[in-house]
């Protein structure tokens, strides 16, 4: 991104970015940027915080005051920590491992989606969005699409000519699905923790590691290349092995 | 938060490897403006979102593109495609402005802090290597300024 800077101000435009990890913008000297101490993914600090978020535009926004650069400075303020009380009480919305065990996984992931099904219904009526549709398919048909290409190993072709992409897309809206659906729940949760639940409790993730392996075993080098890298995060593929 | 000394051994490497990329850069771009408080503001970024309509992010050619988003976007016709699975889209999925925070900036020019905000904003995704997205960045500069725009916010993800 610190390219993106440097070559829109050699065209005559100002430019001041935030920065995730100081030690890139180190390297690649933008113009201006602000240092924020957050996690990837959230470069604004926080979600509906409006005031917070204010306080990091504006550090940023000023930047542009600056008289000659490079500028690098640091907002030292930490995102707003969510209630440890109420955090503390996070745990897995059903106890799936014990309500269905006896089934396929395939049935105990099905059987989640429809768990989960009222709190994103809940979710869409509070923000009155969702991140979900890259794919198109709603969302018990996405689930099926996995399950069908674990267990046969090929997709549909009316779905696409693309099973990496597609599925690549399929994946997203079922993570966003999941984690809509977690933060409607009671108490609020750090992002670390809907992550945690997402890969250490729910089946969702147990299919989606049949889906890396399925992926990394295909003859289909876009398909190798999104199993390696695009299905699990690597904290989670390297913790796991 | 993102520091080398906290994230995992794996992810150390990962994000050490990429300073590589980001190195042989020469000079000091600088563009003056006018104050803050008279600057017409667009946003890019560089999360991999698009209105629901457009195309998907993806690999090669396609991960170089971009992406226009109208200022009049609503919340609800975002989505985010980017390849990578390294990063939290929690925050995301409850809030549009944790990545792209067009309602703070939007705020910021009904105080009058900001001069104005642009009627059109770009997204990149930054997984691509930064000198790809050269050609990319000079062609936009046309089109900010077509638009009257002296400032640009660049956000990650």
Request: proline letters at 6%; charged letters at 25%.
């Amino acid at each position: 991104m610190g390219a993106l800077g440097r070559y829109l101000e050699e065209e005559g435009i100002s430019t001041t970015q935030i920065s995730l990890i100081r030690e890139h913008t180190e390297a690649i000297r933008p113009p201006r940027a602000l240092w924020v101490p957050f996690i990837l993914g959230r470069p604004l600090g926080v979600p509906n915080d409006p005031p917070f978020q204010r306080r990091v535009l504006l550090a940023a926004l000023e930047l542009l005051n600056a008289n000659s650069g490079p500028v690098l400075a640091d907002f030292l303020e930490e995102a707003p920590a969510d209630n440890p009380e109420e955090a503390a009480g996070f745990a897995c919305p059903v106890q799936f491992s014990k309500m269905h065990q006896n089934e396929s996984i395939d049935a105990q992931f099905l059987q989640e989606i429809v768990d989960l099904s009222s709190w994103h219904h809940l979710a869409m009526e509070r923000r009155g969005r969702t991140s979900m549709g890259l794919s198109g398919m709603e969302i018990k048909s996405a689930a099926l699409v996995l399950i069908e290409f674990i267990n046969s190993r090929s997709i549909d072709r009316k779905l696409t000519n693309a099973p990496a992409d597609f599925l690549r897309l399929v994946c997203h809206d079922i993570r966003a699905y999941y984690t809509e659906s977690v933060a409607a729940q009671p108490g609020k949760r750090e992002a670390k923790e809907i992550q945690e639940w997402f890969w250490e409790m729910t089946k969702a993730s147990k299919v989606m590691m049949l889906l890396r392996d399925a992926c990394v075993d295909s003859n289909d080098p876009a398909l190798n290349r999104f199993g390696e890298r695009g299905v699990v995060p690597s904290f989670i593929a390297n913790r796991a092995r | 938060m993102v520091k080398l000394a906290d994230v995992s051994e794996h992810e150390r490497k990962h994000l050490l490897a990429k300073i590589s990329e980001y190195v042989g850069f020469t000079g000091n771009p600088w563009s003056p403006g006018p104050a803050l408080s008279k600057r017409r503001v667009a946003i890019v970024t560089t999360s991999g979102i698009h209105r629901r309509r457009d195309n998907s992010f993806g690999e090669g050619a396609n991960a170089v593109d971009y992406r226009v988003i109208p200022g009049s976007t609503k919340h609800d016709e975002l989505v985010m495609s980017h390849l990578s699975v390294n990063f939290d889209r929690s925050g995301f999925h409850q809030d549009v402005n944790v990545v792209f925070p067009m309602d703070r900036l939007m705020e910021f020019a009904a105080d009058g802090t900001i001069g104005s905000v642009a009627d059109y904003h770009y997204s990149f995704m930054g997984a691509a290597p930064p000198k790809s997205l050269e050609p990319r960045a000079r062609q936009l500069a046309v089109l900010l300024k077509q638009d009257n725009v002296d400032s640009v916010l660049l956000t990650p993800v």
